[in-house]
C-alpha cells in the first residue's frame, strides 16, 4: 500500500493526526454511531509551548494547522473531513482510518 496516497502536505498530515488522536476522547469529540464519523468542536489551544490530548503532549509548532483555514478546507476537499472554520471538523470514517505515520513524531508521552 502507497504512504499517502492522497499527497496530503507536512501541515495537512500534522493537522489530521491531531484531530484524529482528539477523536478518541468523549471530551474532545462525539462520535455518530450511524456514519462512523466524529465530530470535533472542543480543540484545545496551547499553553507555552505545548498543549495535551489526553494523556499526549503536543508541541504547538506541530499544531499550527488547526488554526489554519486553508488546511481544514484542503482536508474538506479530500474527503477527510467536513468543517466549519474556526468553530468546529468533522472527521470521516476515510479521515479517521489514513495513515499519517505521524502518531509517535508528533505524540509524545506526557510525564507532567
Same mark, same amino acid.
Given at each position: 500500500?502507497?504512504?499517502?496516497?492522497?499527497?496530503?502536505?507536512?501541515?495537512?498530515?500534522?493537522?489530521?493526526?491531531?484531530?484524529?488522536?482528539?477523536?478518541?476522547?468523549?471530551?474532545?469529540?462525539?462520535?455518530?454511531?450511524?456514519?462512523?464519523?466524529?465530530?470535533?468542536?472542543?480543540?484545545?489551544?496551547?499553553?507555552?509551548?505545548?498543549?495535551?490530548?489526553?494523556?499526549?503532549?503536543?508541541?504547538?509548532?506541530? @499544531?499550527?494547522?488547526?488554526?489554519?483555514?486553508?488546511?481544514?478546507?484542503?482536508?474538506?476537499?479530500?474527503?477527510?473531513?467536513? @468543517?466549519?472554520?474556526?468553530?468546529?471538523?468533522?472527521?470521516?470514517? @476515510?479521515?479517521?482510518?489514513?495513515?499519517?505515520?505521524?502518531?509517535?513524531?508528533?505524540?509524545?508521552? @506526557?510525564?507532567?
Amino acid at each position: 500500500m502507497k504512504r499517502n496516497p492522497l499527497k496530503l502536505n507536512p501541515l495537512q498530515l500534522r493537522t489530521l493526526t491531531l484531530l484524529q488522536e482528539m477523536a478518541k476522547y468523549p471530551n474532545l469529540s462525539t462520535r455518530n454511531e450511524e456514519t462512523g464519523e466524529v465530530f470535533l468542536s472542543n480543540i484545545p489551544q496551547p499553553h507555552g509551548d505545548h498543549f495535551h490530548v489526553g494523556r499526549r503532549v503536543v508541541m504547538a509548532k506541530d @499544531a499550527t494547522g488547526l488554526n489554519n483555514q486553508a488546511v481544514w478546507v484542503a482536508l474538506e476537499r479530500k474527503g477527510m473531513a467536513k @468543517a466549519t472554520f474556526p468553530y468546529a471538523i468533522t472527521l470521516t470514517v @476515510a479521515g479517521l482510518t489514513y495513515d499519517t505515520g505521524l502518531s509517535d513524531v508528533i505524540l509524545h508521552g @506526557a510525564d507532567h
